[in-house]
Structures are given as C-alpha cells and as structure tokens.
C-alpha cells in the first residue's frame, strides 16, 4: 500500500492495483486515533515509573522499619531535630517502640543523637507499655505520637505494594492473599508480645 500526492491510495490485490480514493475526514480521523494512542502510551508509562519510584521508595523504608525495629530490642536511641528557633521535634526508641513529640521551645543544638545499650530487663506485662499507636497533644506545650515499630514496617511495606495489586483477584488468590495476611498478623503478635 502507498499513496501519491493527490491523497489516493493503491493496494496490491491479486496482482493488480485498485484505485481507492480516501477523503480527509477518514485522515482526520486516523490522525487523532493515533495521536490519543500515543498520549495513552505515554500515560502508561508515566504511571509505570511512578509505581516504580513509589515501590522503590517504600520498600527502602519498610527495610529501615524492620532494622530499626529488631535493633530496638538491643539499643535504645533518642535525639532530636531543631526544626525553628522556637520549635524542636526529638524522638526516643526502645523494645519495639518509639516515641515522637513535638515540642514547642527552643532546642541547644541544631540537632542531636545518642544511644545506648539496654541492659535492665523489660516487663512486657507492665500496664505502662507504650501502646502500638496513640497521639496525645498536650496543647499549647507539645504533641507526642506513640507507635510500634511493627507498626511502621506494615505500613510502608503495603504502600510498597498497594500499586501492584490487581483490580480483579480470582477466589484462590484472594484465600491466598488473607492466609498470608493472617500469618503476618499472627506472626507480628508473637513477636511483640514475646521480646
């Protein structure tokens, strides 16, 4: 198939050609169907290296949670971060749980870190554990976020995957999907009311 310049198009059909003349509507047409196809691709993949940057960038800080979290049962750290003159968040982490407040004042440095080994033995029926998550403000002087480091691994581990999942799940697949979910629930349970 070709065409000359007078919009005219020739096909080869058993051995002969056909005069099939083509009017500028059907170009038109053909123009704007390839031009959405083209937009269409390249929304795809826009939308395929952004659920590859997403992927990337939670699964790095489901890894760190997961650090984070296994060395908390052999270190404690703490620090803080000046983030204005009159404004500083710090942060404490310990057998499995952390402590983040926002406090309203000064800090003497711009910013701090330290850790120490735990040595003194931890009570894991204590009525004062630090709860899996809770935000309490005490307005106007400071707002404090307690959360499991569990906690955190979870999350970023499924905002890892969240752009992965498909829009339709077959029967097996779904009782695969909440096997594994329990397993994970369970197995994280163990964990934090073990150590």
């Keep these: 198939m070709f065409f000359n310049e007078s919009n005219t198009v020739y096909t ?46 939670f699964g790095m800080l489901c890894t760190a949670s997961i650090a984070w979290w296994v060395r908390s049962y052999w270190y404690a750290d703490a620090g803080y971060i000046s983030m204005t003159s009159g404004q500083h968040t710090a942060f404490s982490s310990g057998y499995g749980r952390m402590c983040v407040w926002f406090e309203h004042s000064g800090a003497p440095e711009w910013y701090n ?9 931890h009570d894991l029926s204590s009525e004062n554990r630090i709860p899996v998550f809770h935000l309490k403000a005490f307005w106007p002087k400071m707002t404090r976020l307690y ?7 979870v999350a970023t581990g499924f905002l890892a995957l969240a752009p992965w999942i498909p829009r339709r799940i077959s029967l ?24």
Excluded at 113 to 121: A, M, N, Q, S
Excluded at 147 to 153: E, I, P, T
Excluded at 172 to 195: E, H, K
């Design 113 to 121: 870190l330290y850790c120490r080994p735990l040595t003194e033995p």
């Design 12 to 57: 080869a059909s058993d051995g002969h050609l056909a005069n099939l003349p083509i009017q500028a509507r059907s170009f038109r047409i053909l123009r704007l169907r390839c031009r959405e196809d083209r937009r269409t691709l390249e929304l795809h993949r826009s939308l395929h290296i952004l659920r590859l940057t997403q992927s990337l960038l």
């Design 147 to 153: 959360v499991a480091h569990w906690f955190l691994a």
């Design 172 to 195: 097996g697949g779904m009782m695969v999907s909440v096997m594994a979910f329990a397993f994970l629930v369970a197995a994280v349970t163990w964990i934090d009311r073990t150590f």
